[in-house]
């Protein structure tokens, strides 16, 4: 089976800095995604990596290393709006994508 | 661009009923997707679709769901008969490439079912 582990809950201030880690144990490996989805709401992509390495887009930064199976969604200058539930997910071998069971980031004035 | 429909939104019902979800996906996206998220849990894939071809539905419960992807675009997902452990978040998401060129997935606002 799929094992793909992140915490459960994460506060942080206004215009702070936080990291959202991941943790997969997977069949196969064919790249990650993060997305964000707000209460109610269907998820939206936020960054797709399948190198390890850094990827840079605007306040969010995803980083990967196969290596280590890890992976964090790093979110700078937080905002009020950013308060959400972050998941992670590992494309697998057979191409499915398998999600984790989501972050819930809440950002306090 | 529009993006993927679904519909009902909300949809409350007593067990053993049945029940159906519509899904129009993004114009020209070959795959098909249709996930379960339980209340505080990551989405579940229970059926892709390739065109109107199944690629996968081992998740699928099939002594109760069943789903269809007619003519290759709109989607349909069925629970007959619904238990109570069915109340979800259905979701519908649709990608351009085929199954081995992947792409991001896009999601439709979901259908929250109840079940009562």
């Known amino acids: 089976g799929q094992n793909i582990d992140q915490p459960t809950e994460m506060t942080a201030t206004e215009g702070a800095i936080v990291q959202i880690n991941c943790t997969y144990q997977?069949?196969?490996?064919?790249?990650l995604f993060w997305y964000q989805q707000h209460a109610g709401e269907a998820p939206t992509f936020l960054s797709y990596?399948?190198?390890?390495g850094l990827e840079e887009k605007g306040r969010f930064s995803s980083f990967l290393s196969r290596s280590k199976g890890y992976s964090y969604l790093l979110l700078k200058e937080l905002q009020m709006k950013d308060s959400a539930s972050y998941l992670c997910a590992v494309i697998t071998r057979d191409y499915k994508l398998s999600f984790g069971a989501g972050t819930t980031v809440t950002v306090r004035a | 661009e529009a993006g993927v429909a679904q519909s009902p939104r909300y949809k409350i019902i007593e067990k053993r009923q049945s029940v159906a979800f519509w899904c129009n996906p993004i114009?020209?996206?070959?795959?098909l997707y249709w996930y379960q998220q339980i209340l505080g849990q990551g989405p579940k894939l229970l059926i892709q679709?390739?065109?109107?071809?199944?690629?996968?539905d081992s998740q699928l419960p099939k002594d109760r769901f069943s789903a269809e992807r007619l003519k290759g675009v709109d989607s349909t997902l069925k629970i007959q008969p619904a238990k109570l452990e069915d109340s979800a978040v259905y979701l519908c998401a649709s990608s351009p490439g085929t199954v081995e060129n992947y792409n991001e997935q896009f999601f439709g606002p979901g259908t929250r079912l109840t079940v009562l």
């Open positions: 679709f390739q065109n109107n071809g199944v690629v996968d």
């Open positions: 990596n399948v190198l390890d």
């Open positions: 997977t069949s196969g490996f064919n790249g």
């Open positions: 114009s020209g996206h070959a795959t």
